[in-house]
């Protein structure tokens, strides 16, 4: 069997035109989903990238494997062996076309061929990440094969696409759905570290959401065609037909909604993705699945697919059955967790989301208990006026962890504690000493910082014993 999964970080469901965007950002993949099963209700088990990835690939949640944001696991051994390492232990050979590494080295045992595009963590470009996945799969025809293609669009910064594709998204056609920013405008760390961080990557600080989300849809369009162009390739090389391709994303983007951007929360625009398998003759066509599935889910659906016997001891549930029409999607509600600038599990099911921050960390405006209807408005917590629904979803979240820990310590509770990941970012380290009284009025940040700097080096600033002892 010869299995492709692709994935285009930081791509949000509801931006491809197949989920049902107002703008087509992309044809190619919308053409192709149709001739396979599209996932409509996908969520990240846990976000941003390191966490995703690591639970695509272990098939477990971090809350099993260990891995957290972006710290480093304590302790990191695959029980069972990852999913690259299944598809080499059945004979197949193994490739990886990503990056990804630098920051998780505990994804690299299995990979028999590894290569980073730009050489760098988010280094290359699709065009050249394409290029790299035809050039291993043209010696590759007569193998049985799993392959890893990770794009990096649309993650910013957001100007890699090329004008042709830049010039399809007027910025002046985002007016109605780009955020009102007054969530994150009323932040002043967030508000300084969004100046930063599009100064540093795009060199234009004052860029409004509408006009980031128009270039994060031209870097979509633009990752499209270079996906379209690999798919025309396994057309043109006569392996469409016994290939199992996948499209997916690690997590989401924020253009302001949840007074966030980029992807540092745990909310649907960052953990709903899309998700669509393409596998000629054991899979339908044109079929579309509205049940709740998650990212680990892809471990145990991929390995049904390849004939591979999925072992126990997973937080995945193969997805072979339900794509085929025989049962139901196999979970009646699906969580996500999420630990980079917060510390958030969130609990979907039916048309709620239910949101747990266990730490705000920089966002001083949300509460410990949201509540949001998927159909509405996504930023109204409607959790006062819905009492019995926050009651029976907590209720179901508190038995998952349960289930998850056995009763024991919830061990997000424990990584939330150690939110110290972007006191190594400049930009957000800035925003920080910017706004010092702000951030020495919020105990989350300032022990972070504290803890990150050394508490020494704080308390050489002069106000700092006055604060200490007031
Ligand atoms: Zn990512």
């Known amino acids: 069997m010869k299995t492709i999964l692709i994935s285009l970080d930081t791509l949000r469901a509801d931006h491809l035109g197949c989920y049902g965007w107002r703008f087509d950002t992309t044809p190619r993949i919308d053409a192709w989903a149709k001739q396979g099963v599209l996932f409509e209700r996908c969520y990240a088990t846990d976000v941003p990238t390191p966490p995703s990835y690591t639970a695509m690939l272990t098939g477990r949640y971090g809350m099993h494997n260990g891995v957290f944001g972006f710290q480093d ?32 080295p505990w994804l690299l045992p299995g990979w028999q061929t590894i290569m980073p595009p730009g050489l760098r963590f988010q280094g290359g470009r699709a065009p050249d990440v394409t290029d790299t996945a035809i050039d291993w799969l043209s010696r590759r025809k007569d193998r049985d094969f799993f392959l890893f293609v990770h794009y990096w669009e649309p993650h910013q910064p957001f100007t890699k696409a090329p004008p042709e594709h830049r010039e399809l ?30 100064r540093f990557g795009e060199n234009e600080p004052n860029l409004s959401s509408a006009e980031v989300m128009a270039r994060y849809d031209s870097q979509t369009h633009f990752v499209d065609a270079a996906v379209g162009r690999l798919f025309d390739w396994l057309e043109d090389a006569g392996l469409a037909e016994e290939t199992v391709v996948v499209v997916t994303s690690d997590h989401g983007e924020a253009f302001g909604e949840y007074g966030s951007f980029d992807h540092y929360t745990c909310y649907e625009n960052i953990a709903h993705v899309p998700l669509v398998i393409r596998a000629p003759g054991i899979l339908p066509e044109r079929t579309r699945i509205g049940g709740l599935v998650c990212g680990a889910d892809l471990y145990a659906t991929l390995l049904e697919l390849a004939g591979i016997d999925v072992p126990d001891g997973l937080d995945s549930r193969s997805l072979f059955a339900c794509a085929r029409g025989d049962s139901d999607a196999p979970h009646e509600s699906v969580v996500a967790d999420g630990n980079s600038l917060c510390t958030q599990r969130m609990l979907v099911q039916g048309n709620w989301s239910l949101v747990h921050t266990i730490n705000p960390g920089v966002f001083t405006h949300v509460e410990p208990w949201e509540l949001f209807a998927l159909d509405g408005d996504p930023e109204q917590d409607l959790s006062a006026q819905n009492p019995e629904v926050v009651a029976d979803l907590k209720h179901k979240m508190e038995c998952w962890v349960h289930t998850m820990t056995g009763g024991g310590i919830d061990p997000l509770v424990l990584a939330s ?54």
């Open 73 to 104: 696991p304590a302790r990191f051994v695959p029980d069972p062996p990852m999913l690259q390492q299944q598809f080499a232990a059945n004979g197949h050979e193994t490739c990886a076309i990503s990056n990804l590494f630098y920051p998780c």
């Open 169 to 198: 998204f007027p910025t002046e056609e985002y007016a109605d759905v780009a955020s009102d920013m007054k969530l994150l405008d009323a932040n002043p760390i967030m508000k300084s570290f969004r100046r930063n961080y599009h």
């Open 417 to 470: 504690q150690k939110q110290m990941w972007a006191f190594g970012l400049r930009c957000f380290v800035e925003a920080v000493f910017e706004h010092l009284d702000v951030a020495k009025a919020n105990p989350h940040v300032w022990e972070a910082l504290r803890h990150k700097m050394g508490a020494g080096a704080l308390d050489k600033l002069p106000w700092y014993e006055e604060w200490k002892q007031g």
